[in-house]
């Protein structure tokens, strides 16, 4: 059974300062995984996806994934007030009827 | 702007009475996913399609809910009877395969008093 594990928060940034939201993985398997960012009242957006081992930037965003150490981070520079939302890491499946396996989500909050 | 379409976006009921949700997935995905959100619970799946079949149920009470995909532009879940505890959010969400992201519709809101 796959498990993707996330620091619920909530985790409250200063404006401007770099926000930090890591998720852990137990598959060893997992090649790829999802950022989503959710706000109150709102579903689930995708903002980001990382496939390899390494950095991937879009914009303010830096997505990092560190296949030897299972874990993914997702980096928020130059943190806005608009970023306040809820963020869930997804590992897709590896195999058969697997489905995408979302952690709990952290809950982030920039403080102006 | 193809995105996952769903109806109703708000629904209040009476305990006890029948309710359909419905969803259009993105064109051209084979993947259908329906979740129920709380603020408890997070998001917790309940039914997945791959090519209009069910995959995986199990996330579901079987004895009062149902998810089927009639056609590939058409997915529903039905709680018959339903009960103050299944007020939640539920959404509907489509992917284009197995290894790629989902797109959320924008949920049902159903509240059951």
């Known amino acids: 059974q796959k498990e993707v594990e996330q620091n619920s928060g909530p985790l409250s940034v200063p404006e401007g300062a770099i926000a930090s939201l890591n998720c852990t993985y137990s598959?060893?398997?997992?090649?790829?995984f999802f950022w989503y960012r959710q706000y109150s009242g709102k579903s689930p957006e995708l903002i980001m996806f990382?496939?390899?081992?390494g950095d991937k930037e879009d914009g303010r965003f830096t997505a990092q994934l560190n296949k030897a150490s299972q874990y993914v981070s997702l980096l928020i520079r130059d943190s806005q007030p608009s970023d306040s939302a809820t963020y869930l890491c997804?590992?897709?499946?590896?195999?058969?009827?697997?489905?995408?396996?979302f952690g709990t989500g952290t809950r982030l909050t920039i403080i102006p | 702007d193809a995105r996952v379409t769903q109806t109703p976006r708000h629904k209040v009921t009476e305990m006890g009475q029948e309710v359909t949700m419905r969803c259009q997935p993105i064109?051209?995905?084979?993947?259908v996913f329906w979740y129920r959100q709380t603020m408890m619970q997070g998001l917790e799946l309940l039914a997945y399609?791959?090519?209009?079949?069910?995959?995986?149920d199990s996330g579901m009470p079987k004895d009062r809910f149902s998810a089927e995909m009639p056609d590939a532009t058409l997915a529903t879940l039905k709680i018959q009877p339903s009960e103050p505890r299944d007020s939640a959010v539920y959404f509907c969400?489509?992917?284009?395969?197995?290894?790629?992201?989902?797109?959320f519709g924008e949920g049902s809101w159903l509240t059951v008093v």
């Open positions: 997804a590992a897709p499946p590896n195999f058969g009827n697997e489905k995408l396996t």
């Open positions: 598959d060893r398997g997992s090649q790829s």
């Open positions: 969400a489509s992917g284009p395969g197995d290894s790629d992201a989902i797109y």
């Open positions: 064109l051209g995905h084979n993947t």
């Open positions: 990382i496939y390899s081992n």
């Open positions: 399609f791959r090519n209009r079949a069910p995959l995986d």
